[in-house]
């Protein structure tokens, strides 16, 4: 007969080895859990191997600018095909690197327009990753248009000529506008931008261009937030040629002027300019006939220019009044003075002004300079008494270099 405390004890012994079994099979499963891989998944290493694409913009991006360039950016894989395109399905162009590892589009996008962006990676196991997206260019509250002066179809001006943006509308932003703007000249030469007023700004070298210089104009505004939600409507370019220094420099105490081409004298011409004396026009305002002092650029010409007084309040029926068909102008201010072949007064050039403003000259004097003188050579007077108010046509010469300067929105 057994003991029965012995037979205790030794059902206490076979509890404790139990719960030992018990206890070394959990931690036998517990590290088998840990260690195994559910072969559905990628492990930690094949993920980061994974090939992944990013694109620019992200997928339901609005108010995209249209001209930063859309991108598709490939690691661990090269990229294997780029598709970007419009609402009508056109492809926009674009560029791919030599690695395949970034794709960037190479022309501008249309306002408010969505644009859809497929791309393709392959990995090194040479798999294939897809991923796209679709985004929104910014609308624009407005866009605003630049025009050039001289326009496009000139592509020659003399050493005079600054260079005028007028836009279509004014831009909110004038710094923004003319950070958009840019005037590369060969040689290079010193100039600045002025702002003539809210639609129009002028850019001019520090001295007269040098002959010869060659010219690029660019109003890069297309894509520009101009301010209060208005954009620029488009690029445009102009390209100009600087010809020979013409300059045509006449003193009224001698009544002549005195024609230079690249500082050597070519020309000596008795001239006739604005008479003394004033007269009030039909809405009372002043009106002087005498020629102002300063420096004109030559600005557009006219084998025949119908000239009327009514144009700057003088009737055409008055005592000094005319409407008349006049030969061989070329235009020199806004305000109406014109270098013209002026046969009735032919007696009187040389030795008194009786023109209603303008330079009289004879036919055969005012032949040759209609036929020399073009847009951007220069016409100089001297001794008169008035000045030519530097916002009349391209007066632009008749303010100092630094108060120019200060005309920049930039400064």
Request: net charge neutral.
């Amino acid at each position: 007969m057994r003991d029965a405390s012995s037979e205790v004890r030794s059902l206490r012994s076979n509890e404790l080895r139990s719960r030992l079994l018990v206890s070394l099979l959990g931690v036998t499963l517990a590290l088998t859990a840990c260690s195994s891989t559910d072969p559905g998944e990628p492990s930690a290493e094949q993920e980061a191997d994974k090939p992944r694409l990013e694109l620019v913009p992200k997928d339901a991006a609005k108010d995209v600018s249209p001209i930063e360039p859309v991108e598709v950016r490939a690691s661990r894989g090269t990229i294997d095909e780029v598709s970007l395109t419009n609402p009508a399905g056109k492809e926009v162009s674009g560029s791919l690197s030599k690695d395949k590892a970034s794709w960037a589009s190479d022309e501008p996008l249309g306002y408010d327009r969505q644009y859809t962006l497929e791309a393709s990676i392959r990995g090194k196991d040479g798999k294939t990753v897809t991923e796209k997206s679709s985004f929104t260019t910014v609308s624009p509250a407005g866009t605003v248009y630049p025009s050039f002066l001289p326009p496009p179809k000139i592509t020659t001006v003399g050493v005079g000529q600054p260079i005028a943006v007028i836009f279509d509308s004014p831009p909110p932003d004038q710094a923004a506008a003319e950070r958009a703007l840019k005037v590369t000249a060969t040689p290079e030469t010193e100039g600045s931008w002025y702002w003539w007023d809210d639609r129009t700004v002028h850019w001019r070298p520090k001295d007269y261009w040098k002959p010869g210089t060659k010219v690029t104009v660019d109003a890069k505004v297309y894509g520009v937030h101009l301010g209060d939600g208005m954009y620029g409507d488009t690029d445009r370019t102009l390209n100009l040629t600087i010809g020979p220094a013409k300059i045509a420099t006449i003193d009224d105490k001698t009544h002549r002027m005195v024609v230079t081409v690249n500082g050597k004298k070519v020309k000596t011409f008795p001239v006739s300019m604005g008479r003394a004396g004033s007269t009030t026009g039909k809405d009372g305002k002043k009106i002087s006939f005498i020629t102002p002092s300063g420096t004109y650029v030559a600005q557009e010409k006219y084998k025949v220019k119908r000239m009327n007084s009514d144009s700057y309040g003088l009737p055409s029926d008055a005592s000094l009044g005319y409407d008349e068909k006049i030969p061989l102008a070329v235009r020199v201010s806004n305000s109406g003075i014109f270098v013209h072949a002026a046969p009735w007064s032919v007696a009187d050039q040389g030795r008194r002004n009786v023109s209603h403003g303008c330079v009289n000259l004879s036919p055969e004097a005012g032949r040759w300079f209609y036929d020399n003188f073009s847009y951007g050579d220069i016409v100089t007077i001297h001794n008169t008494a008035t000045k030519l108010a530097p916002t009349d046509g391209f007066g632009d010469w008749n303010i100092p270099w630094e108060k120019w300067q200060e005309g920049s929105a930039l400064r």
